[in-house]
Nanobody, 122 residues
Framework: QVQLVESGGGLVQPGGSLRLSCAAS????????MGWYRQAPGKQRELVAS???????NYADSVKGRFTISRDNAKNTVYLQMNSLKPEDTAVYYC????????????????WGQGTQVTVSS
């Protein structure tokens, strides 16, 4: 089994910055991709950004140019640097891990973090 621990959420003023972190731990697992999703009240969960094991990234149009996703493979950790934050970025942010047990690399699994609240308000 794999566990995810998120950190870095909080309250910030419009135009401010926050950095989210998500660390994966477990044994005998291989990471395929990591990403961040968010869910605002009354809305569906949406992809914010993702990064593959090879380093390819994907961003929602609404955050392009403002958010940057990165990962530290040695630490099994993914980061989301959020700059120029807007009130519409307010949501619970969830870390997602797509992984497989090393003996079953064809069988991809998804795990989710507990969520961290990001509030952008003056």
């Amino acid at each position: 089994q794999v566990q995810l621990v998120e950190s870095g959420g909080g309250l910030v003023q419009p135009g401010g910055s926050l950095r989210l972190s998500c660390a994966a731990s477990g044994s005998r697992f291989s990471i395929n991709a990591m990403g961040w999703y968010r869910q605002a009240p009354g809305k569906q969960r949406e992809l914010v950004a993702s990064i593959t094991s090879g380093g390819s990234t994907n961003y929602a149009d609404s955050v392009k140019g403002r958010f940057t996703i990165s990962r530290d493979n040695a630490k099994n950790t993914v980061y989301l640097q959020m700059n120029s934050l807007k009130p519409e970025d307010t949501a619970v942010y969830y870390c997602n891990l797509r992984w497989a047990i090393v003996s079953r690399l064809w069988d991809l699994l998804d795990s989710w973090g507990q969520g961290t609240q990001v509030t952008v308000s003056s």
